[in-house]
């Protein structure tokens, strides 16, 4: 088992995860909210950890089988829902943490359940991360993570095929990589549209 392969893709993933709550944490310093705090705790949680995982997995051989791709997939989804549930219990909106986590787990697989009856009395922060888990989800979460380039192209159609059902996984472009950023440049495109 190719280890450090797992905690390049898995710490790459909760770097990212760590710039994406700079975002809310903008929307509550813009509604002057103390649960920006939340936000910028978690972030700095997340930069840590994220930091360490990538580090532990410099230098991993490039060799990936489905075992890999199929592990990575598993503990990026984990360690993505337990960073993310972090702001709703830190904030205080949502103290308990499995209440929290079932609330991110919801927005990343836009399944869009909840367990919070008044969702508009929920802070502006939080409501926008709470969304926003949502739209990143919309696309897929290792697609994003895939945008942001693994390092060859069979390792990124190893994760897209680990994490997207069906039978087979294509690509638009040789590079799985390109085909994400095309992707996402389309539903970035289609999401500007939807605001206007």
């Known amino acids: ?11 790459q993933a909760v770097l990212v995860e760590a710039g994406l709550l700079l975002c809310p944490t903008l929307v509550a310093l813009l509604y ?5 705090w939340s936000f910028l705790i978690t972030a700095a949680i997340a930069l840590a950890a994220g930091g360490a995982l990538f580090l532990l997995g410099k230098g991993a051989k490039k060799t990936v089988y489905a075992k890999e791709a199929f592990c990575a997939v598993s503990l990026v989804w984990i360690n993505l829902s337990l960073v993310g549930a972090l702001p709703f219990v830190l904030s205080g909106q949502i103290p308990n943490f499995i209440d929290a986590l ?4 919801s927005g990343f697989t836009t399944t869009g359940a909840s367990l919070v009856n008044q969702v508009e009395n929920l802070d502006h922060g939080i409501l926008f991360w709470r969304s926003f888990t949502h739209w990143v989800g ?3 979460i290792l697609v994003f993570i895939v945008m942001f380039g693994t390092r060859t192209s069979d390792n990124a159609l190893l994760i897209f095929r680990a ?11 040789p590079k799985a990589s390109e085909t994400a950023r095309i992707l996402y440049r389309i539903y970035l495109a289609v999401t500007l549209l939807e605001i206007v």
Do not use: Q
Request: charged fraction near 20%; aromatic fraction near 12%; avoid cysteine.
């Open 1 to 11: 088992m190719n280890y450090r392969f797992i905690f390049h893709i898995t710490g």
């Open 102 to 105: 079932f609330e991110t787990v």
């Open 138 to 140: 919309g696309m897929g």
């Open 163 to 173: 994490e997207m059902p069906g039978p087979d996984v294509g690509k638009l472009l």
């Open 32 to 36: 002057h909210e103390n649960s920006g």
